[in-house]
């Protein structure tokens, strides 16, 4: 440990010393080698997660089709031209298409179902300026391979390296070249083949990693080969039957769930891009905003529907949606899904209404945290699934420089006041708190400091929600105080800091909300302000920091010593007793290793000061501005290992 060590932790002038807010100061890694996070400890790493590849041999796992059979795109770099000579677009290989430009906006006509769903439809510059503009430049995945995996279950099929090592068509792959993604970040390069063949899945990777391009490439790349199938058939008839033309319940061949209205809508967003030049018509639901409106956009066509439990069912009331069809299933924040508060309508939806049983539809769920409680829930939607771990066990990403600061109740609001003058101008900062009213009266307090900022939470009008949403995405608000609404999936550019307010009660709200920042490979920073309050939490929280190699501050191991003595786990949730889990449950009875090696230290008793906490080396500059400055000096090795 370095220089957080504070002999006394509710003076807050020495807090401040002990944060180096001052540009100037003496930050215990000030001058050290700087070793990236994954790069330390390379050896327990390679030793710990025996590659899954050469395990089962090959594709082994026989595909429930056929169908999916073929990998033989391998190395067919040809098509990753194909939407880079654009500027001919109207060749001969559009003329199918036939959509008059709308590409995927368009949709209806009986006869367009005849088409080879295959095919790109022809190209539409606006459009396609739309939804790429604002699309991921240069993040650098190249040499992004040190990461731990481990997948389980029956016949996992082997990873990819590139996108083309997989046949997913050339719709999608002239949208990942649209998007700008170079090569497939590690959750990509294990899902993908997963998905392809048809297997069930349960992902666990940590956030930021890329998990949503991870489902909706290889389900919308099956759902070109395999073109609408008897949904297109049943829309038609359902047509039919209500005599007129247009007021179709409409059978989506794919449903992604996920737990909030501006993730849903992050998705659907995403799922544009990915479905642009196809037949394949996307749709989003949630709740919170006019029904007519989502309504008569869903009876327009819908192949793929996002949503939220609640607006779904009400959808599935009205006769508006069926999933008769519904051949691909995707969870996204599963554990989330799984979890008390949905767990009733996620059984509304998959098991008492049409969806095809398990087994005959495909399910994926996807997640940064897993719990073991959740894990075995999960098993009712699952058939014969593979468990994907990515990543570290504990899952927060080591791209987060995680502080954890003592600072009382009344001390709070000057501390972040102190914390946002350190913070660059061009950065973003998400201040997370407990309850509606306290986000309000934050956001007022800063508001009369001076402070561009918004805010968003449960009491908040949809519209005002994704208002706050939009202004801070765009700088325009650069300081958004946020409820737990927004800890999960929210994927925001340019979130340097993430500020815990007040701490959440539970391991794996943290774990989301302080993913937030450094997402794809970025590097990001996470204060938590912590006091009496929070004493619940500090048992997994100094478990997480020790995972994560970073620095402990010796009163919260005092402070966790103290209270595993008072309380043996006393406070500790029993849902999450077996941890907040990147493991498959399954496995752990067996003990494969691998991902235990980093946790030994906490069966053994003490928090003790034999675990190493990671080298330290975060220099002292960190709340001065950018991040770059301290992984630049000359000599040290950069994030990539160079
Ligand atoms: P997660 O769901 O794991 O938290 P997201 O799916 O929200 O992460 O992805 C985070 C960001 O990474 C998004 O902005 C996405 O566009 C970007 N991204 C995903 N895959 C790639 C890739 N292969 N190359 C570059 N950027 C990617
Ligand atoms: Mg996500």
Known sequence: MSHVVVDNPHGLDQQLAALDLNPDGQGGGTGRRYIPPHLRNKDAAKNGFGGYENKDGGWG???????????????????????NDRGAGSRGRYERGGFGGGGNSRWGEDSRGEDDWSKPTAPNERLEHELFSGSNTGINFEKYDDIPVEATGSNCPPHIESFHDVDMGEIIMGNINLSRYTRPTPVQKHA?????????LMACAQTGSGKTAAFLLPVLSQIYTEGPGDALQASKSSG??????GRRKQYPISLILAPTRELALQIYDEAKKFAYRSHVRPCVVYGGADIGQQIRELERGCHL????PGRLVDMMERGKIGLDHCNYLVLDEADRMLDMGFEPQIRRIVEQDTMPPKGIRQTMMFSATFPKEIQILARDFLEDYIFLAVGRVGSTSENITQKVVWVEENDKRSFLLDLLNATGKDSLTLVFVETKKGADALEDFLYREGYACTSIHGDRSQRDREEALHQFRSGRCPILVATAVAARGLDISNVKHVI????????????????????????????????????????DLLDILVEAKQEVPSWLESLAYEHQHKSTNRGRS?????????????????????????RSGRSAGGHGGNRGFGGGGFGGNFYNDGYGGNYNHSGSVDWWGN
Do not use: C, W
């Not at 796992?61 to 067919?76: E, K, L, Q, T």
């Not at 039919?240 to 033309?245: D, L, M, T, V």
């Not at 529907?305 to 939220?308: E, R, S």
């Not at 774990?511 to 929070?534: E, M």
């Open 192 to 200: 993908i083949p997963i998905i392809k063949i048809k297997r069930d």
């Open 240 to 245: 039919q039957e209500n005599g007129r033309y």
């Open 61 to 83: 796992g026989a595909p429930r089709d056929a169908a999916y059979n073929s990998f033989g795109g391998r190395n067919d770099r040809s098509k990753s031209a194909f939407f």
């Open 574 to 598: 029993k849902r999450f007793s077996g941890g907040f889990g990147a493991r498959d449950y399954r496995q752990a009875s067996g003990g494969s290793g691998g991902f235990n090696s980093n």
């Open 500 to 539: 815990n307010f007040d701490l959440p009660s539970d391991i794996e709200e943290y774990v989301h909300r302080i993913g937030r920042t450094g997402r794809v490979g970025n590097l990001g920073l996470a204060t938590s302000f912590f006091n009496d309050k929070n004493s619940n939490i500090t048992k």
């Open 305 to 308: 529907l996002v949503a939220t």
